[in-house]
């Protein structure tokens, strides 16, 4: 079992960067695979970044390729998401996510979840 707790959320303005963290408690972070998700008012959760137990391999959805970049420290028991050139449509709840079903982008797979941290883009 993990848990997961996010921080670094806030208020920026567009164009400009967040760097989120997720810190993961327990021996076996290391073994799960960590995802992002995002979900905005009104709208479904969606999939925004992923990678696999060591690190060696990520997945980011179009709408952030290039702009966003997840990565975790295993020594840490942490995974982060850099995000850069933020737009008003980036505003959501950010969640992060373990499975310990591989690299996945849908989030049945995610069997842990953190609280979420607020992300507001201004135009």
């Known amino acids: 079992q993990v848990q997961l707790v996010e921080s670094g959320g806030g208020l920026v303005q567009a164009g400009g960067s967040l760097r989120l963290s997720c810190a993961g408690s327990?021996?076996?972070?290391?073994?799960?695979?960590m995802g992002w998700f995002r979900q905005a008012p009104g709208k479904e959760r969606e999939f925004v970044a992923a990678?696999?137990?060591?690190?060696?391999?990520?997945y980011h959805a179009d709408s952030v390729k290039g702009r966003f970049t997840i990565s975790r420290d295993n020594t840490k028991n942490t995974v982060s998401l850099q995000m850069n050139s933020l737009k008003p449509e980036d505003t959501a709840v950010y969640y992060c996510?373990?499975?310990?079903?591989?690299?996945?982008?849908?989030?049945?797979?995610?069997?842990?979840w953190g609280q979420g941290t607020q992300v507001t883009v201004s135009s």
């Open positions: 327990g021996r076996t972070f290391s073994t799960y695979a």
């Open positions: 996510a373990a499975s310990n079903a591989g690299l996945k982008y849908v989030a049945r797979f995610y069997g842990y």
């Open positions: 990678i696999n137990w060591s690190g060696g391999s990520t």
